[in-house]
Protein backbone atom coordinates (compact mmCIF):
# COMPACT_ATOMS: atom_id res chain seq x y z
CA UNK A 1 0.00 0.00 0.00
CA UNK A 2 1.08 3.69 -0.98
CA UNK A 3 1.54 5.26 1.85
CA UNK A 4 1.04 9.62 1.75
CA UNK A 5 2.15 12.12 3.97
CA UNK A 6 1.29 15.75 4.14
CA UNK A 7 2.96 18.77 5.65
CA UNK A 8 1.91 20.78 7.48
CA UNK A 9 -1.08 19.57 9.17
CA UNK A 10 -2.15 23.18 9.95
CA UNK A 11 -1.62 26.52 8.05
CA UNK A 12 -2.34 29.82 8.84
CA UNK A 13 -1.60 32.93 6.29
CA UNK A 14 -2.19 36.35 6.17
CA UNK A 15 -4.06 37.43 2.65
CA UNK A 16 -1.58 38.06 -0.01
CA UNK A 17 0.54 35.46 1.44
CA UNK A 18 2.34 32.70 -1.01
CA UNK A 19 1.45 29.60 0.32
CA UNK A 20 3.21 25.74 -0.01
CA UNK A 21 1.84 22.49 0.95
CA UNK A 22 3.83 19.37 0.65
CA UNK A 23 2.88 16.02 -0.22
CA UNK A 24 5.31 12.95 0.08
CA UNK A 25 4.62 9.21 -1.29
CA UNK A 26 6.20 6.12 -0.81
CA UNK A 27 5.91 4.04 -3.81
CA UNK A 28 5.73 5.25 -7.80
CA UNK A 29 2.47 6.17 -9.26
CA UNK A 30 0.41 7.42 -12.29
CA UNK A 31 -0.53 10.18 -11.27
CA UNK A 32 -1.25 12.35 -7.93
CA UNK A 33 -4.26 14.39 -7.14
CA UNK A 34 -4.77 17.64 -5.38
CA UNK A 35 -8.43 17.99 -3.79
CA UNK A 36 -9.83 20.90 -2.28
CA UNK A 37 -12.10 19.98 0.91
CA UNK A 38 -14.27 23.24 2.10
CA UNK A 39 -15.95 23.41 5.61
CA UNK A 40 -19.60 21.77 4.07
CA UNK A 41 -17.50 18.79 3.35
CA UNK A 42 -17.69 19.01 -0.58
CA UNK A 43 -14.76 17.68 -1.98
CA UNK A 44 -13.55 19.23 -5.27
CA UNK A 45 -10.98 18.19 -7.90
CA UNK A 46 -8.14 20.86 -8.49
CA UNK A 47 -5.35 18.96 -10.06
CA UNK A 48 -4.32 15.44 -11.11
CA UNK A 49 -0.81 14.57 -12.25
CA UNK A 50 1.62 12.91 -13.36
CA UNK A 51 4.95 14.62 -14.29
CA UNK A 52 6.22 18.58 -14.04
CA UNK A 53 3.98 21.01 -13.31
CA UNK A 54 0.01 22.53 -13.65
CA UNK A 55 -1.52 26.30 -13.15
CA UNK A 56 -4.63 27.35 -12.77
CA UNK A 57 -5.51 30.60 -11.83
CA UNK A 58 -3.86 30.88 -8.25
CA UNK A 59 -2.68 27.50 -7.90
CA UNK A 60 0.38 25.84 -9.27
CA UNK A 61 1.22 21.62 -8.48
CA UNK A 62 4.53 20.21 -8.97
CA UNK A 63 5.33 17.04 -9.27
CA UNK A 64 9.02 15.28 -8.51
CA UNK A 65 8.53 11.23 -9.65
CA UNK A 66 12.14 10.47 -9.02
CA UNK A 67 11.28 12.33 -5.09
CA UNK A 68 8.24 10.63 -5.09
CA UNK A 69 7.11 14.10 -3.96
CA UNK A 70 4.84 16.97 -4.91
CA UNK A 71 4.13 20.57 -4.08
CA UNK A 72 0.55 23.07 -4.13
CA UNK A 73 1.21 26.38 -4.19
CA UNK A 74 -0.81 29.28 -3.93
CA UNK A 75 -0.48 32.76 -4.83
CA UNK A 76 -1.94 35.82 -3.52
CA UNK A 77 -3.85 33.93 -1.00
CA UNK A 78 -7.12 35.10 0.24
CA UNK A 79 -9.64 34.08 3.09
CA UNK A 80 -11.96 32.01 0.30
CA UNK A 81 -8.77 29.83 -0.27
CA UNK A 82 -9.29 28.43 3.23
CA UNK A 83 -9.99 24.66 3.11
CA UNK A 84 -8.46 21.38 3.76
CA UNK A 85 -5.85 20.03 1.19
CA UNK A 86 -6.22 16.78 0.49
CA UNK A 87 -3.63 14.93 -1.65
CA UNK A 88 -4.26 11.25 -3.03
CA UNK A 89 -2.46 8.33 -4.79
CA UNK A 90 -3.51 5.24 -6.37
CA UNK A 91 -2.23 2.02 -4.20
CA UNK A 92 -0.35 -0.32 -5.54
CA UNK A 93 -1.61 -2.57 -8.02
CA UNK A 94 -5.12 -1.17 -7.61
CA UNK A 95 -5.33 1.72 -9.82
CA UNK A 96 -9.22 2.41 -9.19
CA UNK A 97 -8.63 2.78 -5.16
CA UNK A 98 -6.95 6.10 -3.66
CA UNK A 99 -4.66 6.59 -0.86
CA UNK A 100 -5.24 9.80 0.84
CA UNK A 101 -3.19 12.04 3.14
CA UNK A 102 -4.72 13.60 6.32
CA UNK A 103 -5.03 16.77 4.74
CA UNK A 104 -3.53 20.58 5.43
CA UNK A 105 -6.21 22.68 7.35
CA UNK A 106 -5.37 26.25 5.55
CA UNK A 107 -6.72 29.46 7.05
CA UNK A 108 -6.41 32.54 5.52
CA UNK A 109 -7.15 35.44 7.53
CA UNK A 110 -7.97 39.18 6.44
CA UNK B 1 -23.00 22.47 -9.03
CA UNK B 2 -20.69 19.52 -8.61
CA UNK B 3 -22.37 17.30 -10.98
CA UNK B 4 -22.38 14.71 -8.18
CA UNK B 5 -25.52 15.22 -5.79
CA UNK B 6 -25.73 13.43 -2.55
CA UNK B 7 -29.11 13.40 -0.31
CA UNK B 8 -29.80 14.03 2.70
CA UNK B 9 -27.03 16.46 3.59
CA UNK B 10 -27.38 15.92 7.38
CA UNK B 11 -29.34 12.68 8.83
CA UNK B 12 -29.39 11.90 12.76
CA UNK B 13 -30.17 7.78 13.38
CA UNK B 14 -30.70 5.91 16.45
CA UNK B 15 -28.60 2.35 16.54
CA UNK B 16 -31.85 0.55 15.64
CA UNK B 17 -33.24 2.62 12.69
CA UNK B 18 -32.80 1.61 9.51
CA UNK B 19 -32.26 4.59 6.53
CA UNK B 20 -30.46 4.82 3.39
CA UNK B 21 -28.05 7.58 2.04
CA UNK B 22 -28.63 8.18 -1.86
CA UNK B 23 -26.35 9.74 -4.51
CA UNK B 24 -26.88 10.42 -8.22
CA UNK B 25 -24.48 12.00 -10.82
CA UNK B 26 -25.42 12.76 -14.19
CA UNK B 27 -21.72 13.07 -15.86
CA UNK B 28 -21.67 10.07 -18.06
CA UNK B 29 -19.62 8.57 -15.78
CA UNK B 30 -19.52 4.74 -15.12
CA UNK B 31 -17.67 4.43 -11.84
CA UNK B 32 -19.15 5.62 -8.67
CA UNK B 33 -17.87 5.51 -5.02
CA UNK B 34 -18.78 5.57 -1.26
CA UNK B 35 -16.13 7.39 0.63
CA UNK B 36 -16.11 7.16 4.55
CA UNK B 37 -14.50 10.43 6.21
CA UNK B 38 -14.01 9.96 10.38
CA UNK B 39 -12.64 13.22 12.15
CA UNK B 40 -9.04 14.06 11.76
CA UNK B 41 -8.57 10.43 9.50
CA UNK B 42 -8.07 10.65 5.65
CA UNK B 43 -10.84 9.72 3.39
CA UNK B 44 -11.86 6.11 3.27
CA UNK B 45 -12.79 3.77 0.72
CA UNK B 46 -15.84 2.08 1.28
CA UNK B 47 -17.04 0.31 -1.77
CA UNK B 48 -16.53 0.79 -5.77
CA UNK B 49 -18.91 -0.07 -8.43
CA UNK B 50 -17.82 0.00 -11.66
CA UNK B 51 -20.44 -0.06 -14.70
CA UNK B 52 -23.18 -1.14 -11.97
CA UNK B 53 -20.65 -4.12 -10.24
CA UNK B 54 -19.29 -4.16 -7.23
CA UNK B 55 -15.47 -4.43 -7.69
CA UNK B 56 -14.29 -3.56 -3.91
CA UNK B 57 -15.57 -3.71 -1.08
CA UNK B 58 -12.86 -2.52 1.66
CA UNK B 59 -13.74 -4.91 4.73
CA UNK B 60 -16.91 -2.84 5.35
CA UNK B 61 -19.52 -4.39 8.14
CA UNK B 62 -22.06 -5.91 6.69
CA UNK B 63 -24.23 -2.58 8.30
CA UNK B 64 -23.57 -1.24 5.35
CA UNK B 65 -25.07 -2.19 2.47
CA UNK B 66 -24.77 -0.34 -0.91
CA UNK B 67 -26.98 -1.02 -3.79
CA UNK B 68 -26.11 0.54 -7.65
CA UNK B 69 -29.61 0.05 -9.65
CA UNK B 70 -27.69 1.92 -12.73
CA UNK B 71 -24.75 3.80 -13.63
CA UNK B 72 -26.17 7.15 -12.45
CA UNK B 73 -27.47 6.06 -8.83
CA UNK B 74 -25.82 4.80 -5.65
CA UNK B 75 -27.18 3.67 -2.50
CA UNK B 76 -25.96 2.86 0.94
CA UNK B 77 -27.93 1.44 2.94
CA UNK B 78 -27.61 1.34 7.29
CA UNK B 79 -29.20 -0.59 9.37
CA UNK B 80 -27.78 -1.17 13.14
CA UNK B 81 -25.42 1.00 12.99
CA UNK B 82 -22.86 1.96 16.05
CA UNK B 83 -21.87 5.59 17.57
CA UNK B 84 -18.51 5.45 15.67
CA UNK B 85 -20.42 5.10 12.14
CA UNK B 86 -20.76 8.64 12.99
CA UNK B 87 -18.73 10.22 10.38
CA UNK B 88 -18.91 12.06 6.87
CA UNK B 89 -20.05 10.00 3.82
CA UNK B 90 -18.73 11.03 0.89
CA UNK B 91 -20.06 9.45 -2.81
CA UNK B 92 -17.88 10.27 -5.94
CA UNK B 93 -17.93 8.97 -9.30
CA UNK B 94 -15.38 8.95 -12.46
CA UNK B 95 -14.68 7.74 -15.70
CA UNK B 96 -13.22 5.05 -14.30
CA UNK B 97 -9.52 4.06 -13.36
CA UNK B 98 -7.25 5.54 -11.46
CA UNK B 99 -6.22 8.04 -14.13
CA UNK B 100 -9.46 9.65 -14.17
CA UNK B 101 -10.05 12.36 -11.76
CA UNK B 102 -12.87 12.02 -9.05
CA UNK B 103 -16.06 14.38 -9.19
CA UNK B 104 -17.63 14.27 -5.08
CA UNK B 105 -20.69 14.79 -3.58
CA UNK B 106 -21.69 17.22 -0.98
CA UNK B 107 -21.48 14.18 1.75
CA UNK B 108 -23.73 13.20 3.85
CA UNK B 109 -23.59 13.85 7.86
CA UNK B 110 -24.16 11.24 9.60
CA UNK B 111 -24.60 11.32 13.45
CA UNK B 112 -25.67 8.06 15.41
CA UNK B 113 -27.08 8.39 18.86
Known amino acids: ?110 | ETGVTQTPRHLVMGMTNKKSLKCEQHLGHNAMYWYKQSAKKPLELMFVYSLEERVENNSVPSRFSPECPNSSHLFLHLHTLQPEDSALYLCASSSGGGGSPLHFGNGTRLTVT
Not at chain 1, 52 to 73: D, M, V, Y
Open chain 1, 1 to 110: KNEVEQSPQNLTAQEGEFITINCSYSVGISALHWLQQHPGGGIVSLFMLSSGKKKHGRLIATINIQEKHSSLHITASHPRDSAVYICAVPNTGTASKLTFGTGTRLQVTL
